[in-house]
């Protein structure tokens, strides 16, 4: 496929997804981590617009300069920005204005790709591709935090296709071999800096699911207690627990002793044979404990992968995210990318339901605070 | 004017405020004190459903009982709600959606007055009057919060006509002799109850000021180190100026050594011959003290204000809100009105350039925390 | 009694209190308002050091230039200090060295009043005294909070000699007539600065309780609910409730179902006849509410308090702590003993039975934020 | 050496650190993360007694029961406690109350070591000899801790004897081969689980610099802007840097523009060759990466520590602390010990000055969070 016609294709499917929106849908910020779909359809435009229109389409001229002030994320190269707490407290631009931000790039965008671009070029324009794709999957589940925490829990679109969730053939554990494995990505299609070097790790002999832990499983754990007691936690963890009254994942709610969820298609029963989902580190981890086994490796997954369907539900793993050896970031706003978050923060691997097709890949690394649930998480046991 | 009429009009005069508006501005709540317009215009209809259409039109369908949820502001005796943090997290029920509802409150209101209704009913609409005109007045503040704090500083309405603020005849301060004197509401028109019971107290001699202090006078007290000195403030308003790192009004910026500040047109050049606004309480008892001289009581201030012209800004007293003697807190939802707010806020009198004309007098009490500055807040001084 | 003998007799007192400690007694600070023992008798000192013996006695050598960092309170007038919040993390200077600088200040202040003293120094010495009494009062309750919040309850002293608490000979509230009243302290001897000037108030009829309300009379509050039922309480109050989860007075513990409370002698159960205490303002409106009455204000308490016995608690009014007419502050640090604090602040008249003889009088006003309760506060009822 | 002798000499080295102390010392906790010494030696007292005594020694009667609500440190097994944040709040039991409570425990431990004990209880034995050089150690780092944020900054001991730091042989960085290497405990002697099991790890050829980062080379670092440059810390740090306004080290002091750190014999000039301590892991990594370096793992360091001398500082390492494969946590109270912390902390590898001497070995894993400072942490780079 052309870069042009890549280009369109992705920023089309940004725009299919708030096409189900009201106005008022694109504005809130519930929670510090959840942005407004205004500000993710600002940023991804000012992302092309920042790192290949500015410095390489001659005679550009820049929308309005105070939108770098609104959309840049948290790249410190590129100056001040709004603090991220501010995002849902800003009614302008409005929607209108921010589509015409869109449209007037994507109209320099396509004159600038018309004429042939560098290597370096393309290598940013796809970097920019896997941007957009990675807040297409941010904006599904903020959207679904946005109208899933109303008092009226509106549905966010009726025909929202929900995957299937099938079992797979056998529920005996795959067994892997002790020895050395590679591990990153290799070939010749784009990856993030973080999947790089490859490089090898030994590996003791381990076992691993080729299912996902289900609902109807998890609810086990709860009626079990497992909220309860502090020896399936982590000390944080279990504070967690304590300080933020935890009993249930999230947009679990007991209506009159039965337990609902909600989904894209608005409340509804819960579904006991889909994967468990929007769970914590922390939650994981307790399950993994309660049935006496535990979460993989990032590096046991990577090599099991082959052997398992994944896709559904990001898989937490209980390896920290670290550099690999050899890692280095790139110089300038573009190294700001991953290397600074490398501290304090746990791997997931795999992909989720919302995840664009073709984003991920078995090299993939997302990665996310402990706590943190508002995205398609899921649980696969090892032991 | 029949109360169809005065209905019509008020609920009209919320609209129009709204009408500059985009429909981004109605959701956002950049902090606490701010509501969305949005919540504003909902929560002014739940007030006639609540306490009119539901206990008194026979037959009427609530519009939706989730909006009780949504639209309640702090009447504990009606029920749970949001809490006040939270208002602006909320994208549903969407403008549209609370126009209808407005509309469908509007045509139930109209075929219930066209009956005829008892005194007790047209009491309780007099007092729905007053409540929506006090919220007119704070969606003009909070509409200058919203757009004020947003960084593309968005006019709200260029033709919006500031009130033209003429200079009274003379400086010299109005003497006021020592003696009883009678304070409180008395007629037959429409009061809050914190305006009753009319009694007496007793005044020393005492000088008021004919006019505001203007921004002019202020910005000496700025120039003079007025923020960097201790000894013109409380304990507790020196602490707020450290903590909170204030050093002018709000929605004062100092560009490039040239004081600006935002007004429904936009940022402009400070108007220096302007009553200053925008000021805590804790700032107008240091400005006084820094003169040498002190803030009106609440007495003080209604014995003397036939003598001179108020109306621009609400202005802070010494007074704290108190009951006065005999108070009596109505029985059911509406002695929530004003009773258990009577702890830890400063009394303000007058009114101010965006207080709906005929909706204060001279006996109205209002009443905020020290700290705030997003009303229309001024000084006059006393001695 | 001349004033080398006052001089001793006062600091003589505040050693006694603390003879009763061990030495980690005197260290921690565990809220902030209350201060550590030997930080109270530290400050004392310093106060004599700072405004009598440094200004005023020729050749006198500061006995240690850090203490003054460590020591001072409030005085901005006086430079820098340790922040509240850090005094219970200072373990030097030691309790003993403490001690060394009382004996070396009261060495100096015995040489220097030995030459007669001028009449300015006299005022200021007199203040001293009436500070340090002030000082005697917080230990107590500061000790009491110290040992009471100790998980293993230890009794203060044995052999302290709680007061008797007489019925007064009726139970018929006090008729006081409306009219003129004179407020304010007038005479010879010693007043603070806020109980001046005498000015006159207007007040109309009311009726007094001639004695306290009972740990017996609250707890008919408790048991019918008065915690959980939001009409008693101001909107603040309400919060204040439930965000620490109040329940019932300071130091009351149900255990097994029978409520004790914590005293100078240990725990014990609790005394039902005697005043209740240790109750927020909230609590005491809370109640009033609860009963169909009100807090007298303090200008109705002063009129009337001749007619019934006080003393044995710091009886919340309903008044806000605001100036009298003409108060003036004084020049220097002295000036920021009292007026800075005049916001926020609730006014309690009377005194306490841990109050020094002879401290208090008809016309003393103590002052404390609406939320605390470590003072032996009580309840009396007006109508 | 026999198990009584260990016994007697743990515990007296204990007591002799802490003879060094005023009582007052003993009492205070500035941070939570800094308990007070008199909780340090009545926990270390309460495990033995908690751990040993009363599950094995028949007929032992407990010191006091409410000790164990005072003196649990986390074992939620055991009991609740006093919460962390409370401990410096407590001023009894006293200091001379809880050596009589140590030497109530060394005399039944004496009794009960007398007869024999099985194979069991000698190796909880020795976990608790570990347990308390841990708290040696804490009890010198919090001792500082406590000494060195006091105004008047005593020294703690003016005989204390700070190591001597010698140059090594030579700068050049260690080279070690790509390949296979074995990490973790093996042999008969004690270790920690954390340790456990001895596994293969991978590691791509890396380099070691023989010696530790000296207070000179980190100097540079802070005059080159090293603190103001977010390009060389994790997003997480640059935020802890600029919300904490951090600029040096711990303890650290710029007095009339020369710098000065606090030490055991009080604030001397900054020791330029004395390798640089009381840094955070994000001041760790930022250093390495503004010298276009980095931190090794805590596998690199420990197949390299055989070829360059260890034991003055804790050296943070990049790798968090996760378990080992088929780490396992005790059964009951001991298996709290480790597991339950191992998520969103580092590793720390070697000992400090105030390690116990024989406490620490090649194998040992301390961890800490990674904005922590009071311990004697420092930098060895890699590349």
């Given at each position: 496929?052309?870069?042009?016609?890549?280009?369109?294709?992705?920023?089309?499917?940004?725009?299919?997804i708030c096409s189900y929106l009201q106005t008022e849908d694109y504005?809130?910020?519930?929670?510090?981590?959840?942005?407004?779909p205004?500000?993710?359809?600002?940023?991804?435009?000012?992302?092309?617009?920042?790192?290949?229109?500015?410095?390489?389409?001659?005679?550009?001229?820049?929308?309005?300069?105070?939108?770098?002030?609104?959309?840049?994320?948290?790249?410190?190269?590129?100056?001040?920005?709004?603090?991220?707490?501010?995002?849902?407290?800003?009614?302008?631009?409005?929607?209108?204005?921010?589509?015409?931000?869109?449209?007037?790039?994507?109209?320099?965008?396509?004159?600038?790709?018309?004429?042939?671009?560098?290597?370096?070029?393309?290598?940013?324009?796809?970097?920019?591709?896997?941007?957009?794709?990675?807040?297409?999957?941010?904006?599904?589940?903020?959207i679904?935090?946005?109208?899933?925490?109303?008092?009226?829990?509106?549905?966010y679109?009726?025909?929202?296709?929900?995957?299937?969730?099938?079992?797979?053939?056998?529920?005996?554990?795959?067994?892997?071999?002790?020895?050395?494995?590679?591990?990153?990505?290799?070939?010749?299609?784009?990856?993030?800096?973080?999947?790089?070097?490859?490089?090898?790790?030994?590996?003791?002999?381990?076992?691993?699911?080729?299912?996902?832990?289900?609902?109807?499983?998890?609810?086990?754990?709860?009626?079990?207690?497992?909220?309860?007691?502090?020896?399936?936690?982590?000390?944080?963890?279990?504070?967690?627990?304590?300080?933020?009254?935890?009993?249930?994942?999230?947009?679990?709610?007991?209506?009159?002793?039965?337990?609902?969820?909600?989904?894209?298609?608005?409340?509804?029963?819960?579904?006991?044979?889909?994967?468990?989902?929007?769970?914590?580190?922390?939650?994981?981890?307790?399950?993994?404990?309660?049935?006496?086994?535990?979460?993989?490796?990032?590096?046991?997954?990577?090599?099991?992968?082959?052997?398992?369907?994944?896709?559904?539900?990001?898989?937490?793993?209980?390896?920290?995210?670290?550099?690999?050896?050899?890692?280095?970031?790139?110089?300038?706003?573009?190294?700001?990318?991953?290397?600074?978050?490398?501290?304090?923060?746990?791997?997931?691997?795999?992909?989720?339901?919302?995840?664009?097709?073709?984003?991920?890949?078995?090299?993939?690394?997302?990665?996310?605070?402990?706590?943190?649930?508002?995205?398609?998480?899921?649980?696969?046991?090892?032991?």
């Amino acid at each position: 496929m052309d870069l042009i016609t890549r280009y369109q294709e992705v920023r089309r499917r940004t725009e299919k997804i708030c096409s189900y929106l009201q106005t008022e849908d694109y504005v809130v910020q519930p929670v510090v981590d959840v942005s407004p779909p205004k500000w993710h359809i600002g940023h991804v435009t000012w992302f092309f617009e920042t790192f290949i229109l500015k410095p390489y389409f001659m005679g550009y001229e820049e929308f309005n300069p105070d939108y770098n002030f609104v959309f840049n994320s948290y790249y410190e190269t590129v100056g001040n920005r709004v603090i991220r707490t501010d995002r849902g407290n800003l009614s302008r631009p409005t929607v209108i204005e921010i589509y015409s931000y869109r449209k007037y790039v994507d109209e320099a965008m396509a004159n600038f790709l018309h004429d042939g671009i560098s290597d370096d070029v393309k290598e940013l324009m796809v970097l920019g591709f896997n941007h957009e794709e990675q807040h297409q999957e941010l904006l599904m589940t903020d959207i679904k935090y946005i109208l899933g925490h109303n008092p009226l829990f509106p549905a966010y679109n009726a025909e929202y296709a929900a995957p299937h969730f099938a079992d797979p053939a056998s529920d005996s554990f795959i067994k892997m071999d002790e020895g050395i494995y590679e591990i990153g990505f290799t070939g010749d299609g784009f990856c993030f800096d973080n999947e790089l070097n490859r490089h090898k790790v030994y590996l003791n002999a381990y076992e691993m699911s080729p299912k996902l832990v289900t609902n109807a499983e998890y609810l086990e754990f709860i009626n079990s207690g497992g909220y309860h007691d502090f020896r399936h936690w982590h000390a944080e963890g279990w504070d967690w627990v304590k300080n933020n009254k935890v009993g249930a994942p999230l947009y679990w709610h007991n209506i009159d002793g039965g337990w609902h969820h909600y989904t894209y298609h608005g409340l509804e029963p819960l579904h006991l044979k889909a994967p468990v989902t929007h769970i914590s580190y922390f939650e994981a981890y307790a399950y993994a404990s309660w049935k006496g086994l535990r979460l993989p490796t990032e590096f046991e997954w990577e090599a099991a992968a082959t052997r398992f369907n994944w896709g559904q539900r990001w898989e937490w793993t209980e390896s920290s995210y670290l550099p690999y050896p050899g890692f280095a970031k790139a110089p300038g706003a573009i190294g700001e990318y991953n290397g600074k978050f490398m501290v304090n923060q746990k791997v997931l691997r795999g992909a989720s339901e919302v995840t664009p097709p073709g984003h991920s890949r078995i090299t993939y690394r997302n990665f996310f605070q402990t706590n943190l649930r508002w995205q398609f998480t899921g649980i696969r046991l090892a032991k």
